[in-house]
């Protein structure tokens, strides 16, 4: 059974930085790509970051510079850094996990999502 699960969530305030954790279980790194999207209220799901089996990456042009993808393949674990965060960077952050090998920005893509975890940066 496939499972995702985000934590590091948190509330902060502008310019400050957080890190969020996903761990996975059920599948690994080398076998399927895995990427962050977020949701924040009244939005559609968007694409943060992305990282497919090879370790090219992907990033939205609003995080670029700011946010770092990750992995530590070895025990299945996904980080996203974020840095210099700004109140438009609230959202509930999801990790999923997509059965092919590169990555994607459509969230119908990917099959498996954890619980999400809330970021919440005020001003």
């Known amino acids: 059974e496939v499972q995702l699960v985000e934590s590091g969530g948190g509330l902060v305030q502008a310019g400050g930085s957080l890190r969020l954790t996903c761990a996975a279980s059920?599948?690994?790194?080398?076998?399927?790509?895995i990427a962050w999207f977020r949701q924040a209220p009244g939005k559609e799901r968007e694409g943060v970051s992305c990282?497919?089996?090879?370790?090219?990456?992907y990033y939205a042009d609003s995080v670029k510079g700011r946010f770092t993808i990750s992995s530590d393949n070895a025990n299945n674990i996904l980080y996203l850094q974020m840095n210099s965060l700004t109140p438009e960077d609230t959202a509930v952050y999801y990790c999923?996990?997509?059965?092919?090998?590169?990555?994607?920005?459509?969230?119908?893509?990917?099959?498996?999502w954890g619980q999400g975890t809330q970021v919440t940066v005020s001003s």
């Open positions: 999923a996990a997509r059965r092919y090998y590169s990555y994607s920005t459509d969230p119908s893509d990917y099959f498996a």
């Open positions: 059920g599948f690994t790194f080398d076998d399927w790509a």
């Open positions: 990282i497919s089996t090879d370790g090219s990456t």
